[in-house]
């Protein structure tokens, strides 16, 4: 298992969750990262960027002022801080390269609550 996404969970409106994606093969730190989001029946989508380097991040306009994405120093975990939480931002969670090079994790369940 290469990339294990944790942190997810059940909040209400308006709260907040960070989630964490460890790197067990240590080579992230090679990579673009970004975080996505899948819903039912729908494609998996970019939320969150982070250039290689890290100096350069972008959002997707439903998140961003709210979602933050970092990586810590040693470089082989990637986080999604998420504040003021929505229903609409329901949906599993993934990590991966930008554009995808690993194997997909299992990804991590965030529900919101109205």
């Known amino acids: 298992v290469q990339l294990v996404e944790s942190g997810g969970g059940l909040v209400q409106t308006g709260g907040s969750l960070r989630l964490s994606c460890l790197d067990s093969?240590?080579?992230?730190?090679?990579?673009?990262m970004a975080w996505y989001r899948q819903t039912p029946g729908k494609q998996r989508d970019v939320v969150a960027d982070?250039?290689?380097?890290?100096?350069?991040?972008t959002y997707a306009d439903s998140v961003k002022g709210r979602f933050t994405i970092s990586r810590d120093p040693g470089k082989t975990t990637v986080y999604l801080e998420m504040n003021n939480l929505k229903p609409e931002d329901t949906a599993v969670y993934s990590c991966n390269a930008n554009p995808p090079y690993y194997t997909w994790g299992q990804g991590t369940q965030v529900t919101v609550s109205t």
């Open positions: 982070m250039r290689l380097g890290g100096a350069t991040t």
């Open positions: 093969s240590r080579t992230i730190r090679f990579n673009n």
